[in-house]
């Protein structure tokens, strides 16, 4: 896409590295404004994120999430800054295309009309599972998982079944699961 638009200003090497947080900066950054506060409204398939603390991980799900045409993601108070600049690098420009809200999780989970799933060993396998029209894809803390009042306001458990004969990998980037549900959710 070329955009001719848009002001482009010629920098240093030197202030482009003043100005990245990288050690090696791409050729280029972008100025962009914040979007102003909006009102928002369920989508068919959201990602929620239950108190995510990795920048690295929210960026790579934010990605994901442009990647599958997510439009949306909501998360909890707690969830790290969408506005951190590791959360931004990890995105690579996607944080410009989903909209990401934060919000009180509870309140909001126990009114959406769209289905709460979340992730658990013991839940139905994804492979097998049959994809309900509106969902809401809840992952949970890296270390903890989700709480458990969000727990209890899952209509659907699903997990991602374990092939590898070794037992001894105990679970799942957070991020990682997300790509592996996401791919298997749109493959149907």
């Known amino acids: 896409m070329d955009r001719t638009d848009i ?21 280029s950054v972008a100025v962009c404004y914040l979007a102003e506060e909006e009102k928002w409204e369920d989508k068919n398939i959201q990602l929620v994120l239950d108190g995510l603390q990795d920048p690295g991980n929210l960026g790579t799900i934010i990605r994901l999430a442009d990647w599958f045409g997510i439009e949306q993601i909501i998360c909890s108070e707690d969830t790290v800054d969408v506005y951190n600049p590791k959360v931004i690098q990890a995105t690579m420009g996607s944080f410009t295309r989903v909209n990401v ?3 009180d999780l509870v309140e909001y989970l126990s009114k ?35 709480r458990p009042e969000t727990e209890k306001l899952l209509q659907k458990s699903i997990s991602i079944p374990r092939f590898g004969k070794s037992q001894s990998t105990e679970s799942l980037n957070v991020s990682m699961a997300a790509g592996i549900i996401l791919g298997q959710l749109f493959s149907k």
């Not at 590295?17 to 900066?25: E, N």
């Open 7 to 27: 002001p482009v200003t010629h920098i240093s090497e030197n202030e482009l590295k003043k100005i990245s947080f990288l050690k090696t900066p791409k050729d």
């Open 112 to 146: 959406t009309e769209n289905v709460n799933i979340g992730t658990d060993m013991e839940g139905e396998n994804i492979y097998t599972f049959e994809k309900p029209e509106k969902i809401n894809l809840i992952l949970g803390n890296e270390g903890n998982g989700m």
């Open 101 to 103: 809200v934060y919000t």
